[in-house]
């Protein structure tokens, strides 16, 4: 069975939310991320920097949200949310998948590195910096509110692995209040947050981003962390695809 290693308010909600919607059966391990929860031994074992998502399939590990939907669609799917290998449609699917973490993503990092509250920023955050960093990620936003077609998809007719991607940075983007004058992109996230198999999967998030507003002076910054002494993982078996953890 599918093992789901989550952390509420990380992208691991993307790939619960996928499992959710096909109805797959997983075994789900949540941890806290903001505490040293991530940093477990057993857990560093499996993925050597503690981030989320990790998910274990018959041996396999894998920590990219874009290989884990892919992996689940291509095997798991039954053909649901996956165009035809090769088509037109799943070239733009990828090219969604790649824009949605290697350019929207990026940018959205830097910014909350730099300006967000407790625990979210660095130690020496530089406010300009992450203020540019959100006025391009608006920008390139500006290129999925261009794709949106009037029926609200932007590829296909129903959802794709492009939309599980896109879930996690436009969710948080949506709540900071970024897409005020692109309303196609606005409109296209409430709808994916109506469906009863995204708000299941967001509830544990919206849960804990409630009690970390009553907590966060309590926190450490989850950067500050990554100075404390973390202790180093050597032996051990893990898992056959992966090389020993980092020191
Ligand atoms: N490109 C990876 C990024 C994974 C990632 O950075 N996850 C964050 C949480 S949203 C994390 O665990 N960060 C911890 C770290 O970078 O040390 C993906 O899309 O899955």
């Not at 894998?62 to 689940?72: D, M, P, R, W």
């Not at 599980?164 to 709808?191: D, H, K, Q, V």
């Not at 409630?210 to 910054?221: A, I, K, N």
Request: proline content about 9%; overall charge negative; some cysteine.
């Amino acid at each position: 069975m599918i093992v789901l290693h989550h952390s509420p308010t990380t992208r691991s909600f993307r790939i619960k939310w996928l499992l959710e919607e096909l109805g797959l059966p997983y075994r789900e391990i949540v941890r806290d991320f903001y505490n040293m929860e991530r940093h477990d031994p057993e857990y560093r074992h499996v993925n050597p920097i503690g981030s989320f998502p990790t998910v274990e399939d018959d041996g396999l590990v894998l920590t990219e949200s874009g290989a884990i939907i892919n992996y689940v669609l291509r095997r798991y799917g039954g053909g649901r949310f996956l165009p035809a290998a090769g088509s037109p449609q799943q070239a733009l699917v990828d090219e969604w998948m790649y824009w949605s973490e290697g350019l929207f993503a990026v940018h959205q990092r830097i910014y909350w590195d730099h300006c967000a509250p407790p625990p979210g920023c660095i130690i020496d955050p530089i406010p300009s910096v992450g203020e540019e960093a959100r006025r391009q990620a608006i920008r390139y936003a500006g290129m999925l509110e261009a794709a949106l077609r009037d029926d609200g998809w932007m590829v296909g007719d129903g959802l794709t692995g492009a939309d599980f991607m896109l879930s996690f940075p436009l969710f948080l983007a949506n709540m900071l209040g970024w897409f005020e004058s692109l309303p196609r992109t606005a409109a296209y996230i409430g709808r994916i947050a109506g469906r009863p198999a995204f708000a299941s999967a967001i509830a544990d998030t919206l849960a804990y981003l409630g009690t970390m507003r009553r907590r966060v002076p309590e926190f450490p910054s989850f950067r500050s962390t990554e100075a404390l002494a973390i202790p180093a993982i050597s032996g051990g078996d893990g898992p056959s695809n992966r090389r020993p953890p980092l020191a």
